[in-house]
């Protein structure tokens, strides 16, 4: 089983401000966990991190047919960006929406998800943890079915 990691904008600076709401840990520790927890599920595992909107709508659609599931922690795109749920919605494969934080006790803004439409679960306010949890439900959802 291969899962494809995708991050959007300023997540490559966490730990450098902000840790009352995303924690100390830096993208590096964030990737670091990642990878042990694949090693411990015995699983494939890439991680991609963008700043722009478009890489993480490439990246999306190059994973057709290539990967089995995908978590997504779109950033800031969270919020405004209907090309990745279009993305999201063209590739039909299993996806999970991740925040470190809770977004639904922040700003309004932080309330709207366009791509919560298109995932099958949203893990929200776990931290790091998020990541691994939604790992977890990937891969006993591919067993299960
Ligand atoms: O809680 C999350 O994971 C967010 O997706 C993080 C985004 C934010 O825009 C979303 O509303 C919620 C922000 C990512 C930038 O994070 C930084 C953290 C520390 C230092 C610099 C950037």
């Given at each position: ?52 909107e478009?890489?993480?709508?490439d990246r ?6 290539a990967?089995?599931g ?12 209907i090309?990745l ?15 470190i ?5 922040r ?8 791509i919560?439409q298109?995932?099958?679960a ?7 943890a ?12 591919e067993?299960?079915?």
């Open positions: 089983m291969k899962l494809l990691i995708l991050n959007g904008p300023n997540l490559n600076l966490l730990g450098r401000r902000e840790p009352e709401i995303y924690g100390t840990g830096t993208y590096a520790d964030l990737c670091r966990i990642i990878e042990d927890h694949a090693n411990h599920l015995g699983i494939e595992v890439e991680i991609f991190q963008s700043n722009h478009g890489d993480l709508v999306i659609q190059a994973a057709y047919g990967i089995d995908l978590i997504l922690n779109p950033a800031a795109y969270t919020h405004t960006s090309a749920l279009d993305a999201l919605l063209a590739l039909q494969i299993p996806a999970v929406e991740v925040h934080s809770q977004v639904d006790d700003e309004p803004f932080r309330r709207i998800s366009y919560r298109a995932c099958l949203t893990i929200s306010g776990h931290g790091f998020g990541y691994l949890e939604a790992m977890d439900l990937l891969v006993n959802s067993v299960q079915s």
